[in-house]
């Protein structure tokens, strides 16, 4: 249901005010969900948005990535939003020692578990700050460097980058309508797939009419021919069916190459 995280929203907006971008497995969705719902105009208001996450992100199609991706969102930095799943793999340990648990001493190791993953994190929370906060010094200038020197080399500029983002987002948009030209193209090939597959046919069943005559064949007399007219009229219709299969298929031809 709906109703659990659109609570979970309300408390963060509530906790942490606007500007706030939240990570949601279908956090593309989540987005008109929330706008049609009761916290829609604080939302809106407190200028906050959903995405996906990282890892999850790359099993959505690209016109979603596109637009919900955190590595497409200025001001996520090195996110990847995937602390659940970090949690949930921890979270394996316990199955040794809850499995054959009572319901009771079960419950109590989860909560157990939970606690003291809270302790820990809150424990390293200064460490991890400072090594993100590093670690994002390294880049800017480090590979900032790096980018600006190609930049420089290519002669690109970022307004050049700005656009060629914003051409990707809209051709990615537009992807599934199909241009007259490729439909054009698409039924020409179609067209020449068929008329070789037609040619092949006719070609065989050219070749079977041209050598209908029976293995066997001797010439016989006409008193002969009366005696074994099951025979003749046999041979009579298999020359026919292949003589109206060939023309079938040379009417298909002509239609084809017009």
């Known amino acids: 249901s709906a109703k659990y995280p659109i609570a979970i929203v309300a408390k963060i907006l509530e906790v942490f005010g606007s500007d706030t971008c939240g990570g949601y497995d279908i956090g593309c969705s989540f987005n008109t969900t929330l706008a049609n719902s009761?916290?829609?105009?604080?939302?809106?208001?407190?200028?906050?948005?959903?995405?996906?996450?990282?890892?999850?992100?790359?099993?959505?199609?690209?016109?979603?990535q596109t637009v919900f991706h955190p590595s497409r969102i200025i001001g996520m930095g090195l996110e990847d939003l995937e602390t659940m799943e970090r949690i949930f793999s921890s979270s394996n340990q316990l199955?040794?020692?809850?499995?054959?648990?009572?319901?009771?001493?079960?419950?109590?190791?989860?909560?157990?578990?939970?606690?003291?993953?809270?302790?820990?994190?809150?424990?390293?929370?200064?460490t991890m700050l400072y090594?993100?906060?590093?670690?994002?010094?390294?880049?800017?200038?480090?590979?900032?460097?790096?980018?600006?020197?190609?930049?420089?080399s290519l002669g690109i500029k970022d307004g050049d980058l700005e656009a060629w983002d914003?051409?990707?987002?809209?051709?990615?948009?537009?992807?599934?309508?199909?241009?007259?030209?490729?439909?054009?193209?698409?039924?020409?090939?179609?067209?020449?797939?068929e008329l070789s597959a037609t040619q092949a046919?006719?070609?065989?069943?050219?070749a079977r009419f041209l050598n209908t005559t029976p293995e066997d064949y001797a010439f016989t007399s006409a008193s002969t021919n009366k005696k074994s007219g099951g025979t003749y009229l046999n041979d009579f219709a298999r020359t026919q069916k292949l003589e109206a299969q060939c023309r079938h298929l040379a009417d298909q031809l002509d239609n084809l190459k017009l």
């Open 95 to 126: 199955a040794a020692v809850t499995c054959h648990a009572s319901a009771y001493r079960r419950r109590n190791f989860i909560d157990l578990f939970f606690k003291q993953w809270d302790d820990d994190k809150y424990l390293n929370l200064g």
């Open 38 to 64: 009761s916290l829609g105009p604080d939302f809106k208001r407190l200028q906050s948005t959903m995405c996906v996450n990282a890892f999850h992100g790359y099993s959505h199609n690209f016109a979603c």
């Open 166 to 193: 914003k051409e990707e987002c809209e051709y990615i948009q537009t992807l599934a309508q199909e241009t007259e030209w490729d439909v054009h193209a698409m039924a020409y090939v179609e067209q020449l797939e």
């Open 131 to 152: 090594n993100n906060y590093v670690q994002a010094l390294t880049i800017i200038q480090g590979e900032g460097v790096a980018m600006r020197e190609a930049m420089r």
């Open 201 to 206: 046919k006719f070609n065989d069943s050219n």
